[in-house]
């Protein structure tokens, strides 16, 4: 079996690295601040901030950025294809990033059984500890009736048992992005012929076992994800520096309000919601959202704005501050008394309370036309936790938005909902 070659930088000549300003990642202050462990009453959380798991504590001075198994996916899928169609096996393939850029990937392994194509794309997860580093994503195809593409999942590609995904229970545990990359990536190689891909990843079940699949009701192997088509270490320290240093930055720059976004979506909705702010004061704060407000507070600026989906604000509402999975699980009974507070029934409560995800909980409060309502009241919590961590020095709004990152449903700032679309 061929080694993989080194990826080359693509048409646009952008090298998947990306450098921490300076010869090296700097000491950052992360300042102490009065009010971020008090307990104030008896629906005030405990404000907590919990370590980073050992196997992230370690900071390079760089980080390097990775491919998602979604991007990677629709690199062996478009591979398989050309194969199919040329009879030629590729040595290099090339697919598009949702954001328009292309990047080209190494084939490492590929060929023909029968009227079968199969290709072999492995996956580099660059700095982050990612347990999906290494795997082989591998797409089989072949021609099918009609014309599209027919994509199913093959072994060690997890089966959805649950509500709360955005996913079809019984389905593949292929989340919609990708799903659009490998169509359209299969699409440029079919000439419009119809395909069926498969999509597996050898050893995907036992990789699955250190991940929150099992808990999530995605059962027999990974889940095919990603936003953005680049996987970026929010897990490690590493992340967490970067996040401190472009806070620093806004507020190096005057900046006196920073924005927080959990990821690539959030923060394109961030940015539709307030474009009378510089790009600079918008951070994609990942896990880390006690580290940004530290250092905004201890360098000055007075205002923090936090962009969101269901599952981050809940755990903030909880008082969470470091919000890495390992560390922390959304609190769905919290979600059911919020549902009371809302004017929800007791029945209703009780199924938020026992929901499988923040979003499962969300699709019931969206069902029971109660979401507007709810939303406020979780964000109006986040507010207050993060006014609390702050030390009383940063004023605090938050917008929940959907799972699109586009369409702000809830918010402290009832004008924000209206706008958004």
Same mark, same amino acid.
């Given at each position: 079996m061929p080694d993989q070659p080194a990826l080359p930088p693509g048409p646009d000549g952008t090298a998947s690295r990306v450098t921490v300003p300076g010869p090296d990642v700097p000491e950052l202050r992360e300042p102490d601040l009065p009010g971020s462990a008090v307990e104030s009453g008896p629906d005030m959380p405990v404000l907590r901030e919990p370590d980073l798991p050992r196997t992230a504590?370690?900071?390079?001075?760089?980080?390097?950025?990775?491919?998602?198994?979604?991007?990677?996916?629709?690199?062996?899928?478009?591979?398989?294809?050309?194969?199919?169609?040329?009879?030629?096996?590729?040595?290099?393939?090339?697919?598009?990033?949702?954001?328009?850029?292309?990047?080209?990937?190494?084939?490492?392994?590929?060929?023909?059984?029968?009227?079968?194509?199969?290709?072999?794309? %492995?996956?580099?997860?660059?700095?982050? =500890? /990612?347990?999906?580093?290494? $795997? #082989?994503? &591998?797409?089989t195809a072949r021609w099918c009736e009609g014309t599209g593409v027919s994509l199913r999942g093959g072994t060690g590609v997890g089966t959805v048992t649950k509500p709360g995904l955005g996913l079809d229970v019984g389905g593949p545990a292929i989340n919609p992005v990708p799903r659009q990359m490998i169509t359209q990536a299969v699409a440029e190689a079919a000439g419009g012929?119809? %395909?069926?891909?498969?999509?597996?990843? =050898? /050893?995907?079940?036992?990789? $699955? #076992?250190? &991940?929150?699949?099992?808990?999530?009701?995605?059962?027999?192997?990974?889940?095919?994800?990603?936003?953005?088509?680049?996987?970026?270490?929010?897990?490690?320290?590493?992340?967490?520096?970067?996040?401190?240093?472009?806070?620093?930055?806004?507020?190096?720059?005057?900046?006196?309000?920073?924005?927080?976004?959990?990821?690539?979506?959030?923060?394109?909705?961030?940015?539709?919601?307030? =474009?009378?702010?510089?790009?600079?004061?918008?951070?994609?704060?990942?896990?880390?959202?006690?580290?940004?407000?530290?250092?905004?507070?201890?360098?000055?600026?007075?205002?923090?704005?936090?962009?969101?989906?269901?599952?981050?604000?809940?755990?903030?509402?909880?008082?969470?501050?470091?919000?890495?999975?390992?560390?922390?699980?959304?609190?769905?009974?919290?979600?059911?008394?919020?549902?009371i507070a809302a004017g929800g029934s007791p029945e209703l409560a009780g199924q938020v309370d026992a929901a499988n995800t923040a979003r499962h909980a969300y699709e019931l409060w969206e069902s029971a036309g109660l979401l507007r309502t709810a939303g406020d009241l979780l964000c109006g919590r986040v507010r207050d936790v993060l006014a609390r961590f702050g030390g009383g020095v940063l004023k605090a709004e938050v917008a929940m938005v959907d799972f699109t990152g586009r369409t702000v449903v809830a918010a402290t700032r009832p004008e924000w909902v209206s706008c958004a679309g």
């Open positions: 504590k370690d900071r390079p001075k760089a980080l390097r950025t990775g491919w998602t198994t979604g991007t990677c996916a629709s690199a062996a899928a478009k591979a398989a294809v050309e194969l199919l169609a040329g009879g030629v096996p590729p040595r290099w393939v090339e697919v598009a990033l949702p954001s328009g850029r292309r990047v080209t990937f190494a084939v490492a392994e590929s060929g023909m059984d029968g009227d079968a194509a199969t290709a072999v794309v %492995v996956k580099d997860a660059g700095d982050d =500890p /990612d347990v999906t580093h290494g $795997a #082989r994503l &591998t797409a012929r119809g %395909v069926e891909v498969v999509i597996s990843v =050898p /050893d995907g079940e036992r990789m $699955a #076992r250190k &991940t929150t699949n099992r808990r999530l009701g995605i059962l027999g192997g990974i889940s095919i994800l990603g936003t953005t088509g680049i996987v970026r270490p929010f897990s490690t320290a590493s992340w967490r520096a970067s996040v401190m240093q472009a806070v620093q930055v806004a507020a190096a720059q005057g900046e006196q309000t920073i924005v927080l976004c959990t990821g690539g979506r959030t923060e394109a909705g961030a940015m539709a919601l307030l =474009p009378e702010l510089p790009e600079v004061c918008f951070v994609e704060v990942g896990d880390f959202t006690g580290a940004a407000l530290r250092t905004a507070a201890g360098h000055g600026m007075t205002g923090v704005v936090f962009v969101g989906m269901a599952g981050k604000l809940t755990k903030l509402a909880a008082g969470v501050l470091m919000t890495h999975y390992t560390r922390s699980a959304v609190d769905t009974a919290l979600l059911g008394r919020v549902t």
